[in-house]
C-alpha cells in the first residue's frame, strides 16, 4: 500500500541534543513538507521540498534543518537552537504541480518530548 | 494569505446530520475550498474540496455561498468515528503552502 511512514511515533531526547525525525514517502510524490502542531493549536509549515535537492523554509524554520537527497525521504533535524522542541510532528507529501492545488498526504506524526 | 474563520467547538448526536460554517471572507478568485479533518493524534486527512458549486463525495457534502465568503461542511449521518477537528483552509492555486487555523473540534455523543 502506498503511504507515509514516520518513525518513532514517540522520542524522547534530552534538552541540548539534536534528533533527527524520519519521513519516507512510496507515493512518488515530488514535494514534501513538515508540520509542527503544539496542544489544541493548528499546524504550522517548518520547511517543504518541491523536488529533490531543494527546500525552502516555512514559517517557523528557526531551530530546524531538513535534507532531500532522494525523491522517497525528507528527514527533520531538530536542533539544540529549537528553544521548545517538544510538540508533535508531522510530514506530509503531494504531487508537484500545485495547479489547480495539490492536495497533501499526512503521514501518522512523531511525538517529540525533550525532558 | 486568506485566512479561514471557525468555530472553536461544535457537538453532535450520533446518526444526526452535522452542518461545519466556516468564513472566508478574504477569499479570492483562485482559492479553492478545502476541508481536512485530524482524528486524535493522528495527521489530518482530506475531506473534500470545492471551487464554486456544492460538491458531494461519500464522506461529505461542501456547501459554498453564492459569493464564496462562507462555506459549510455537511456531515449526513454523524458517527462517533466522525469526532475529529475539522480544518476549513483555502488553497491558492499555484501554491505550496497550507494555512491551518486552529479548526473546529467536533464531538459526537452517543
Known amino acids: 500500500d502506498g503511504g507515509i511512514t514516520q518513525s518513532p511515533k514517540y522520542l524522547f531526547r534530552k534538552e541540548g541534543q539534536n534528533v533527527t525525525l524520519s519521513c519516507e514517502q512510496n507515493?512518488?510524490?515530488?514535494?514534501m513538507y513538515w508540520y509542527r502542531q503544539d496542544p489544541g493549536q493548528g499546524l504550522r509549515l517548518i520547511y517543504y521540498?518541491?523536488?529533490?535537492?531543494?527546500?525552502q523554509k516555512g514559517d517557523i524554520a528557526e531551530g530546524y534543518s531538513v535534507s532531500r537527497e532522494k525523491k522517497e525521504s525528507f528527514p527533520l533535524t531538530v536542533t539544540s537552537a529549537q528553544k521548545n522542541p517538544t510538540a508533535f510532528y508531522l510530514c506530509?507529501?503531494?504531487?508537484?504541480?500545485?495547479?489547480?492545488?495539490?492536495?497533501?498526504?499526512f503521514g501518522p506524526g512523531t511525538r517529540l518530548t525533550v525532558l | 494569505d486568506a485566512k479561514t474563520t471557525q468555530p472553536n467547538s461544535m457537538e453532535s448526536n450520533e446518526e444526526e446530520p452535522v452542518h461545519l460554517p466556516c468564513n472566508h471572507s478574504?477569499?479570492?478568485?483562485?482559492?479553492?475550498i478545502h476541508w481536512y479533518r485530524q482524528l486524535p493524534s493522528q495527521g489530518p486527512e482530506y475531506v473534500i474540496h470545492g471551487l464554486t458549486s456544492n460538491v458531494n463525495n461519500r464522506m461529505a457534502s461542501l456547501a459554498i455561498a453564492e459569493d464564496r465568503k462562507s462555506s459549510t461542511l455537511i456531515l449526513h449521518r454523524a458517527t462517533l468515528r466522525d469526532a475529529a477537528v475539522y480544518y476549513c483552509i483555502l488553497i491558492t492555486s499555484g501554491t505550496y503552502k497550507y494555512i491551518f487555523g486552529t479548526g473546529t473540534r467536533l464531538k459526537v455523543l452517543a
Open positions: 521540498s518541491q523536488i529533490v535537492n531543494d527546500f
Open positions: 478574504t477569499i479570492s478568485g483562485t482559492d479553492y
Open positions: 507515493l512518488n510524490h515530488d514535494a
Open positions: 506530509a507529501s503531494s504531487t508537484g504541480t500545485p495547479y489547480p492545488y495539490n492536495e497533501q498526504f
